[in-house]
């Protein structure tokens, strides 16, 4: 992957079956650790066919060995996080792939945050036979993710979201010429 690069991102369930798929995202980092992507305003299809748009510029930061994804999201009244409990992603061709676990940890401005999709995650642990390893990984991936926000580490820094925010502007703004 390289700058500029543009991928769609699906998001698939622990079953193989697709739950969401998000429109194009613009490559702004492949690092060692993570894929830094920005999208804005982009269509989300849900996997019972109901779409709808964001309404803000998101930073993306896929993990290539941690189990969460993490979305920084730069709304008009705040910088708020959106931290799936996933899979490390894989690339197949132009798509982002990587399989929900339901669990997800968001982020409010003020810095307070709340688990969400608890019932969710017992729910389906029960009838998509998540394993034991798997409820491990996921709890420890949550526990990192706190343990992260609290200590304000990459990507809970908000000149870091400035930064590629503003990569992700000049970018456009080159592609819109």
């Known amino acids: 992957m390289k700058k500029g690069d543009k991928l769609t991102i699906h998001c698939y369930k622990h079953n193989g079956k697709i739950d969401r798929i998000s429109g194009e995202a613009i490559v702004l980092e ?3 650790e993570y894929l830094v992507c920005a999208n804005n305003k982009v269509k989300l299809t849900e996997n019972d ?3 709808h748009r964001t309404k803000e510029i998101a930073i993306l930061f896929f993990y290539k060995k941690n189990w969460y994804n993490i979305l920084a999201q730069l709304k008009k009244y705040g910088l708020f996080y959106y931290c799936n409990i996933a899979s490390p992603f894989v690339i197949d ?3 982002i ?3 929900d676990y339901d ?3 968001r982020i409010f401005p003020d810095g307070t945050f709340k688990v969400l999709d608890k019932n969710e995650y017992r729910y389906h642990k029960i009838t998509m036979k998540y394993s034991d390893e798997i409820d491990l990984i996921v709890q420890n991936s949550l526990n990192e993710l706190i343990k ?3 200590t304000n580490e990459v990507p809970f820094k908000k000149n870091v979201i400035e ?3 503003n990569m992700y502007k000049k ?3 080159e592609e819109n010429k």
Do not use: A, H, Q, W
């Open 163 to 165: 930064y590629y925010y």
């Open 97 to 99: 792939k990587y399989i």
């Open 148 to 150: 992260l926000k609290e």
């Open 103 to 105: 669990l997800d940890l």
């Open 93 to 95: 061709g132009n798509i």
């Open 171 to 173: 970018l456009t703004k």
């Open 49 to 51: 066919g109901r779409s």
């Open 30 to 32: 492949d690092n060692d």
